[in-house]
């Protein structure tokens, strides 16, 4: 064989091997690359282990720790590393508002046995609650539930001008919200309220002092309004038209005892 000849296998042979080598490299995967994570700085807080409806009585096994990031933590969260027995120290306790699976437990979301009854729980500082009797063409076919908001009215009946009895409607208060139908203080999907024959107000204590007076006046009404008109800035039970607007006679009632004129109560 001639020199040349070898020169050109040996050339050959070599680009081969460097080919081979080369295409091995090249199908090698690449290296992994390890990503170390960071250790979340969190805190164990205590959490709803399921849902606690308005009212229910709450156990130990309603709660549970939950890890919770260290800078999301609110103040009036519980957390384990500061109440470590609070599981123990809230069994028992009602829930005063509805509290929701894996919810965070704050001290306002919960009252304890002998701090009152739910009902004074739920009840705003400085508002009173006071029922009045509702039937099913008083109260919107007994469909108004607990927490809805309606208009109470008063129809009573009234002297005209001329001495003839008539009957008169004025809107006593806007925007109250109704605790509770009969004994029930949280609404039941797809239920009606068939049994509850009295309905409780939240009011101020003036207003149920003037509710407490127009149910002996005559029959009063509830109007049920609208979820859309609770954003419209008005922030409880509002004064409505006063009793009489347009009748000259006035709206107070002046009690006669043996002769002598006492007290006028009025309903404005």
Do not use: C
């Not at 099913?136 to 809805?148: C, K, M, S, W």
């Not at 003037?210 to 002996?216: D, G, K, P, S, T």
């Not at 409505?240 to 009690?255: C, S």
């Amino acid at each position: 064989m001639k020199r040349a000849q070898l020169i050109g296998i040996a050339i050959a042979a070599g680009a081969g091997l460097l080919a081979f080598v080369g295409a091995k490299s090249a199908m090698k995967a690449p290296p992994k690359q390890i990503v170390e994570q960071a250790p979340l700085d969190a805190v164990q807080v205590l959490v709803a282990r399921s849902d606690l409806p308005l009212g229910q009585i709450a156990n130990e096994a309603s709660f549970r720790w939950q890890d919770w990031p260290k800078d999301s933590v609110s103040p009036s969260f519980i957390t384990k590393s500061q109440r470590a027995g609070a599981m123990k120290d809230l069994s028992g306790a009602v829930a005063r508002s509805p509290i929701l699976t894996g919810e965070p437990v704050t001290e306002n979301k919960l009252i304890k046995a002998g701090s009152g009854g739910v009902l004074a729980a739920i009840l705003p500082p400085g508002m009173r609650a006071i029922s009045t009797k509702i039937q099913e063409h008083t109260a919107v076919g007994r469909l108004i539930l607990p927490n809805d908001h309606v208009d109470v009215i008063l129809t009573r009946r009234a002297r005209g001008r001329n001495g003839s009895e008539e009957h008169v409607s004025d809107t006593l208060f806007r925007n109250v919200r109704v605790l509770a139908i009969g004994q029930q203080i949280e609404a039941k999907e797809g239920k009606k309220n068939s049994e509850g024959n009295v309905a409780t107000l939240e009011l101020t204590p003036r207003q149920t002092e003037l509710l407490a007076l127009a149910n002996q006046m005559g029959e009063i009404n509830l109007a049920l309004r609208s979820v859309a008109d609770l954003g419209g800035g008005e922030g409880g039970p509002q004064s409505g038209n006063d009793l009489g607007k347009n009748n000259q006679r006035g709206n107070a009632i002046r009690v006669l005892r043996y002769g002598v004129k006492s007290r006028a109560y009025g309903v404005n």
